[in-house]
């Protein structure tokens, strides 16, 4: 029974070393869920790996009604933002996105997306910033996390 425990005890001590994903602050909306492909919740930091693609999907609700939205991407190395070019930044008219705008106050949506980590980018160590915007600029969805390109 104590081995029981102590396994118990052992195995959440892992998962919260885990990366976090933090909120960065989103006035048109919130996220109830993030689901990266290929981040292991034991690591510290979500690692991507260099000329692979990685899938991401989002669950939010909006606080107001919504025309259009907008993926915006930085990957912050020490103190500098550079803006990371994703396929389709509007997200509004990508197939695969999973959204239909307009979107309505209040709605619950699922949003995808699938980003390639090329093979120029250096490895390094950074936070990436993701963020859906409306029309206006604000944020829909709005997250940061640590990571690694290897």
Request: aromatic share 8%; hydrophobic share 35%; net charge negative.
């Amino acid at each position: 029974m104590f081995s029981i425990i102590v396994l118990a005890l052992l195995s959440l001590s892992s998962l919260s070393n885990g990366f976090r994903i933090s909120n960065c602050g989103s006035p048109a909306g919130s996220y109830s869920r993030i689901l990266i492909s290929g981040c292991d919740d034991l690591n510290n930091v979500c690692v991507l790996h260099r000329g692979t693609n990685v899938s991401m999907e989002i669950d939010f609700q909006t606080t107001e009604n919504v025309v259009d939205v907008k993926t915006v991407v930085h990957g912050t190395i020490l103190v500098v933002p550079i803006r990371f070019p994703v396929p389709h930044p509007d997200a509004c008219t990508d197939p695969n996105s999973g959204l239909s705008c307009p979107l309505n106050k209040e709605g619950q949506y699922h949003y995808k997306s699938t980003f390639p980590v090329h093979t120029k980018y250096p490895a390094v160590s950074l936070t990436v910033k993701w963020e859906l915007q409306d029309e206006n600029g604000n944020d829909i969805v709005c997250f940061e996390l640590p990571a690694k390109i290897r």
